[in-house]
């Protein structure tokens, strides 16, 4: 992910999750993140056809031929209706009321946040699942995209999305894979960071364990 995109995350992170206090229910005896992801970013992988995901990232990344595109970004646009609600799934990786009432807030500030990002397409599903998983191959690899790696992605997948029929799903079935998408990435690059700042071994392998499980669910090696 670019320098752009992480820096807003970042700063996020610090305003988020940046006193211990608010840091000590991510240890992993409190929660049970890989749950969380199986099933959430699961639901998303498996709507979207992870066999073909997982094409779009390897066109990104060594791409073969100049990329041909067959519609335009605003095919995977949709209408965000009322509040966010997917924060209450992520809050259930904590166990304890006060735990998760915590949680859910950080996870919704951390969503809001990431849709600030500059030149974030808000309110588009191929952006926010190019989010997820360019910042997953950043915590899980090492590996950083490029601006013109993540546009190729997020062309690629808003082919693969509208070719799917993703984007004939039900209105509030759509929302709730943007919002996943988003808030998942937003708190996998957020433990990272804050993993490292603290020196934080639990957070920046938590990090790293919902990354993998991301890219997993996506085929993505």
Known sequence: ?????????????????????????????????????????GYVAAT?????????????????APAKYKYA???????????????KNCAAMVQTPSDQRQMATACLKLFNAAQSIPDFRKNNLAAALSLLIGLSLQVSKGTE???????????????????????????ADIQAMYETSV???????????????????DLTDIAKGLADIVLKQFKVE
Do not use: C, H
Request: aromatic content about 8%; cysteine-free; charged content about 15%.
């Open 183 to 201: 808030m998942t990435g937003a708190l996998i690059a957020g433990l990272a960071q804050n993993g490292a700042d603290e020196g934080n071994t």
């Open 48 to 64: 979207v056809q992870p066999d073909f995901t997982s094409r779009a990232v390897q066109q990104a990344l060594s791409p073969s």
């Open 1 to 41: 992910m670019n320098a752009k995109v992480w820096q807003v995350i970042t700063a996020l992170v610090v305003w988020t999750l940046g006193n211990a206090a608010q840091a000590q229910f991510f240890t992993p005896s409190f929660q049970d993140y890989r749950t969380y992801a199986q099933r959430s970013v």
């Open 73 to 87: 970004l605003s095919k995977t646009d949709f209408a965000f209706k009322g509040s966010p609600t997917q924060q």
């Open 145 to 171: 995209l490029t601006d013109t790696q993540i546009s190729t992605l997020q062309r690629g997948l808003n082919d693969m999305l509208v070719d799917a029929g993703a984007m004939k799903g039900k209105p």
